[in-house]
């Protein structure tokens, strides 16, 4: 698999733009989270390391890594959009408290073999997936 700055660059190329350094650091900024996060959060993050970066191109960035297939949205509330980084790593499902806001991942072969199944019957070929559960955790009941 080829690694994701040639990945970007190939992708931005098809669209004549460029792989400037802004793009560059905001892809390992993201790389290195290796987690769900919030633009804002990935902002703050590469501000303490120095980096200069302007809210616009972070969010057109953000945008174009989407539409590379290389990261994707996972909403977890309506206050703000929450990405994770996908290209190249195996599915990451998610059950998530409403109450809380808490995350879990989790993985889990049998959904990754109903998936298959599921595009198998459509004649479709799987490439991933992202299966989120909505509950109350613990903590969620304990605050009502």
């Given at each position: 698999?080829?690694?994701?700055?040639?990945?970007?660059?190939?992708?931005?190329?098809?669209?004549?733009?460029?792989?400037?350094p802004e793009r560059a650091d905001i892809l390992e900024a993201?790389?290195?989270?290796?987690?769900?996060?919030?633009?804002?959060?990935?902002?703050?993050?590469?501000?303490?390391?120095?980096?200069?970066?302007?809210?616009?191109?972070?969010?057109?960035?953000?945008?174009?890594?989407?539409?590379?297939?290389?990261?994707?949205?996972?909403?977890?509330?309506?206050?703000?959009?929450?990405?994770?980084?996908?290209?190249?790593?195996?599915?990451?499902?998610?059950?998530?408290?409403?109450?809380?806001?808490?995350?879990?991942?989790?993985?889990?072969?049998?959904?990754?073999?109903?998936?298959?199944?599921?595009?198998?019957?459509?004649?479709?070929?799987?490439?991933?997936?992202?299966?989120?559960?909505?509950?109350?955790?613990?903590?969620?009941?304990?605050?009502?």
């Amino acid at each position: 698999m080829a690694p994701l700055c040639a990945v970007f660059r190939r992708y931005l190329k098809s669209l004549n733009l460029k792989y400037t350094p802004e793009r560059a650091d905001i892809l390992e900024a993201i790389i290195e989270h290796d987690r769900i996060f919030e633009v804002e959060e990935l902002m703050a993050d590469m501000i303490r390391r120095g980096a200069r970066v302007s809210k616009a191109t972070v969010y057109r960035t953000i945008k174009l890594l989407q539409d590379a297939g290389i990261i994707t949205p996972a909403l977890f509330d309506s206050k703000q959009a929450h990405y994770q980084l996908v290209y190249g790593k195996a599915p990451r499902d998610s059950m998530v408290c409403v109450k809380t806001g808490r995350h879990v991942e989790f993985t889990d072969d049998e959904l990754a073999a109903v998936r298959d199944r599921i595009c198998r019957a459509h004649g479709w070929d799987p490439v991933g997936h992202r299966f989120q559960i909505y509950a109350i955790s613990p903590e969620g009941r304990a605050a009502e």
